[in-house]
Structure formats: C-alpha cells, structure tokens
C-alpha cells in the first residue's frame, strides 16, 4: 500500500473551534487493524506498525488539526485526563512545544480494541517527521518518517529566463539557486538568450510519494550563446569542488551576489539620479530588489567590522575579508542576531533581512564593494578562482570528467529524443546531508 498507512480505520477531518468538546458528530469504525490485515489477504498472525508502533488489533483514528484547537481540545473526546495532558504539554518542551500544534497538521490517535481512551497520540509537524505521544509511560520522542531517494536528471531550453524556465521542468528554488550560485561568475544572468541550454543532475528525497527536499546539485551544465559550461564535481585537498572541462574551478573567493538568485535593479554609476535626495550624485554601489525579509548572506568569509544604524544607511552589516576585499550591506530590515564588531563570518552566512531603512524608497539592497580601499563596481570585478585541477590529480579528473560527460550526454532537451547512450555507472559523488 503506497501513500497510506496500513491500518487507518477512519480519517477523520476535525472541524469547529476548540472546545472542552470540539468534534460535532465524532464517529469511527469500531474495526480494528487485525481486520484490516485479514482483508487485505495478509496473514492473521502477521504484525502491523505504524510509526514504528506495533498497532496489531488496535484502532486507528487519523484527522487534522482544526483553527484554535490545543492538545487538550483534541484529545478531550478520547478520554485522556487533564492531568496527563498537563504532564505530557510540561515534559514534551523540549522535544516538540504542544503550543506549536497548528492548524491542519495531520494527527493519529491509536485506542486499543475494546476501549476509546487514547493510548498514542502523533503529530506530523511537517511531511517528514512526527513526534509520538505515548499517553501511558507519558514517553515522547520524535523520529522520521521513512524516505526515499531518487536521482532527477533535467534539461531545458531558455525561453525567459532561468527560474521560470527551470521551473516548468519542476525543478525547485532551491537548485535553482544553487544553479545560479555554481555559474554565476561565469554567465550573466541578467542577458542569457533565448535558446541557451542547461542541464542538472540532483537528488530527490521523497516521503509518501512527496518531494520534502532535495540534495545539492551533483552534475550541471549550461551554455550561453553557444559557448558551454560545464561543472564537474572533484575531490581536491580534502574539498568536494566544481571545475569545468578543462580543470579550471567554479569557486571563488566570494559568491557572485549577497542574494539568491534575484535580479539587480540599480548598478554602479558615477552619476545617478537619487530618488529620495532627488539630485544627481554617485551610486557606489548595485541594488539587488527582493522583498522585505529575504535573507542577506556574506559572499565571502570576513570579518564584522560595523553592525548598526545610520539615517542615509538604515541598518547595515560591513565585513573585512582581508587587507584587500571589504564588503557593505545597507538598508536591512533587521540585522542577524550575532552581528558585532569582531565576530567572524563564513562565506554565505547569513547576516541581514532585506528591508527600506534609510534612505530608501522601497525594499532593496544596496551591496557596496571596496578594493585596496577605494569602492569598486562589483560587476565588473575580476575575483581570483580557487586553485585548478592539480597535475597529480590530472589522470583522476580526466577519468571522472568522462564519466560526467556521457551521463550529461544523456540528458536529453524538451523535443528532442531520448538519447541511446548507455549509461555508465552514477558518479559517486557524497549527498552532504
């Protein structure tokens, strides 16, 4: 039986405001899961778990949690005392608040056969986990649900651009940001062009037939006006890293935007026209536009040197990465807990919630850039790449390049046929879960 729990008796959806008795025609089968079974052609003497519980012969009643409800309205109508419900809401703190039970979440509530009094109560906080309630030993624990892996191969055509083209082949935001993150020192993805091509190679993690997360990107490949990029992953100095096909890394000193992936709104000119001071005086710095919340992250590893407000800045995070690179981060909503003079920041670390503060007319970041002490165009900037494929490493890079090469070869764009190459063996490349 695929996406249902062996042994659901009824479902029940709960509806109603909580009350000291909240469920308005409460019924369920009296038929137990040894039933169950039996129906289904299994033996009688086999077991039945759910959630990792043995629930042979006892009833299983699942619903979702209705607007207002709490643990106690829930479990009022199953006869549980308030006393345990109290001891229970006290112990579980720690392993899951009940003051977070919310709204339309799914629950179970096992009885055993011949009685209505609640013995496990489970809640689903999100698709893979749940935590369990044992209402008897008042034991509570959380635990995940099984998963399963699969690996996604897609390619596209660009029709628009990157994100809505990627996602009509169901591919996710958070590869695309990934995608974007890979190539973005070497592709504009401000002026990509219709008919540029791009191929990914991921992982899938499914719980229920549901897509709940996927893996970092593993093989990708992109070209933009004819000319390819590939991204091939290798293990060097103890670091799983990106190189295209001729050795040379994808990685950077710093990442190529402080968001992800977004658009730039305003760029660097040495005569722009203010619009709040409403004259002409230079911005020196690139406004990515991006709702009031987004995360801001640090493109390179630093060091905080400011962490405050100002009237024409608003809240802003500035970072030394070293006695050449310095960084700014203006007009955030909020500045990231942590943030002070002196604390230390890894590349892609959060920082700051995109805001207004300032001078500013709506949400926006202003991302300032200093070389050797004087501000710079970001854009035009060429950041150093991390070290090539080492000579020693040569022979090894070649062999796991021709293997990604036949696997993207494989790979087939919308309206084209499916290629008839074989497949070699996956890419053992680690998930880094």
Request: with cysteine; glycine share 8%.
């Given at each position: ?36 079974a039996d129906s289904e052609s299994k033996p009688k003497n086999e077991k039945v778990f759910l959630f990792g519980i043995d629930v042979t012969g006892l009833n299983i009643i ?147 037939g549901v897509v709940v997360g996927v893996s970092d990107i593993k093989l990708a490949y992109f070209e933009h006006k004819g000319e390819q990029f590939h991204a091939i992953p ?91 690179y310095t960084t700014q981060y203006l007009h955030m909503s909020k500045i990231a807990k942590g943030m002070k003079p002196g604390q230390r920041i890894k590349q892609g670390q ?84």
């Amino acid at each position: 039986m695929k996406n249902k729990w062996i042994g659901i008796v009824a479902a029940i959806v709960l509806v109603g405001a909580a009350s000291s008795l909240p469920f308005l025609n409460f019924q369920f089968s009296e038929e137990s899961t040894a039933e169950i079974a039996d129906s289904e052609s299994k033996p009688k003497n086999e077991k039945v778990f759910l959630f990792g519980i043995d629930v042979t012969g006892l009833n299983i009643i699942e619903g979702t949690v209705a607007k207002n409800q709490t643990l106690g309205s829930i479990l009022a109508p199953f006869n549980v005392p308030y006393q345990i419900i109290d001891e229970i809401a006290k112990k579980s703190k720690n392993i899951f608040d009940v003051r977070g039970i919310a709204f339309n979440k799914k629950f179970t509530v096992i009885t055993p056969a011949d009685s209505t009094q609640a013995q496990f109560f489970i809640y689903e906080p999100n698709p893979a986990e749940y935590v369990v309630f044992n209402l008897d030993s008042i034991d509570i624990y959380k635990a995940e649900k099984p998963a399963e892996y699969r690996t996604k191969e897609v390619g596209g055509i660009i029709e628009s651009n990157l994100s809505s083209d990627m996602s009509k082949q169901d591919i996710t935001y958070d590869i695309v940001d990934q995608f974007a993150d890979l190539y973005g020192w070497s592709v504009d993805f401000g002026a990509l062009q219709k008919g540029d091509k791009f191929k990914v190679v991921y992982e899938e993690k499914l719980i229920d037939g549901v897509v709940v997360g996927v893996s970092d990107i593993k093989l990708a490949y992109f070209e933009h006006k004819g000319e390819q990029f590939h991204a091939i992953p290798f293990e060097q100095n103890g670091q799983m890293n990106f190189f295209d096909q001729n050795g040379n890394s994808l990685k950077k000193a710093f990442l190529r935007d402080p968001l992800k992936y977004t658009r730039i709104s305003s760029r660097y000119n040495l005569k722009r026209f203010h619009p709040v001071q409403k004259r002409y005086k230079a911005h020196l710095g690139t406004d990515y536009a991006a709702s009031t919340g987004t995360e801001i992250r640090s493109v390179g590893d630093g060091v905080v040197t400011d962490a405050k407000y100002t009237s024409a800045n608003g809240n802003y995070v500035k970072i030394k990465h070293n006695g050449t690179y310095t960084t700014q981060y203006l007009h955030m909503s909020k500045i990231a807990k942590g943030m002070k003079p002196g604390q230390r920041i890894k590349q892609g670390q959060v920082i700051g919630y995109v805001g207004s503060t300032g001078l500013a007319t709506g949400p926006h970041l202003c991302f300032r850039f200093w070389k050797n002490g004087k501000q710079e165009d970001w854009l035009k900037e060429k950041i150093p790449p991390s070290e090539p494929i080492l000579a020693a490493n040569l022979v090894s890079f070649t062999a796991k390049k021709s293997e990604a090469l036949d696997l993207l070869a494989t790979i087939s764009l919308p309206g084209e046929p499916k290629k008839l190459i074989a497949k070699k063996s996956p890419i053992p490349i680690p998930s880094g879960d």
